[in-house]
């Protein structure tokens, strides 16, 4: 079974800093990888997914992932965090060629920056 | 276009009640899932409806769940006899199938649902 380990429950981060947040994934065969954000009072958004190819991928609001097969590792990261980067974040992997493609989700960041 | 969207957004309900809760996924999407969010568990899978096949349902947690979809796109979860445990946020996501490889799923603004 899939399973996906966040290991920073809360991070507090004053703005401008720089943000790496966790995600390592259990599972023997191929994999899509996703990070989701859910913004106060909002509910899941896409950030950016990670499919096949170039495995650092690029998202919206200037973030960004690199997936690390030998490390069965997607971490996310964003060089300047701003104040509105204040949200929930949670790392999703479901089992590619399966024909069925649940999401598995870490437990989730909380993040919080400060002005 | 319009995103996946759900009713009603909040559900105060009392023990041992059924309760209702809807999903109109994006217009074209025919891979629809329920989440089931909630604090101890975090985000869990329910059910997934994919076109016209049947139902997984490997992700319900007791037979007092159950879901239905209705012509290919709008989904009615149902749990009977609700119990305190049951309070979450449902969270419901469609996708456009292309053949379980590479889908992206995006999720609707959930149903709160806190049984008393």
């Known amino acids: 079974a899939q399973s996906v380990s966040q290991h920073n429950h809360h991070v507090i981060l004053s703005e401008a800093a720089s943000l790496e947040l966790g995600c390592n994934y259990s599972y023997g065969g191929t994999v899509n990888l996703f990070w989701y954000v859910q913004y106060p009072g909002q509910h899941l958004q896409l950030l950016l997914k990670y499919f096949s190819g170039d495995p650092l991928v690029k998202g919206i609001k200037g973030f960004e992932a690199e997936f690390i097969k030998s490390k069965f590792s997607f971490n996310l990261r964003k060089p300047s965090v701003q104040w509105s980067d204040t949200a929930e974040y949670f790392c999703a992997v479901n089992a590619r060629n399966t024909g069925f493609q649940k999401l598995v989700f870490g437990t989730g960041t909380r993040l919080l920056v400060s002005p | 276009g319009a995103g996946v969207s759900q009713s009603p957004s909040n559900k105060v309900t009392e023990k041992g009640k059924d309760v209702e809760l809807r999903c109109d996924p994006i217009s074209g999407h025919t891979a629809l899932y329920w989440y089931r969010q909630s604090l101890g568990q975090g985000l869990e899978f329910l059910i997934y409806f994919q076109g016209n096949s049947a139902p997984d349902k490997s992700g319900l947690p007791s037979d007092r769940f159950s879901a239905e979809r209705t012509g290919g796109s709008v989904s009615t979860l149902t749990i009977q006899r609700t119990q305190q445990e049951d309070s979450a946020v449902y969270l419901c996501?469609?996708?456009?199938?292309?053949?379980?490889?590479?889908?992206?799923?995006?999720f609707g603004p959930g149903t709160r649902l806190l049984v008393l």
């Open positions: 996501a469609s996708s456009l199938y292309t053949g379980g490889t590479q889908e992206t799923q995006y």
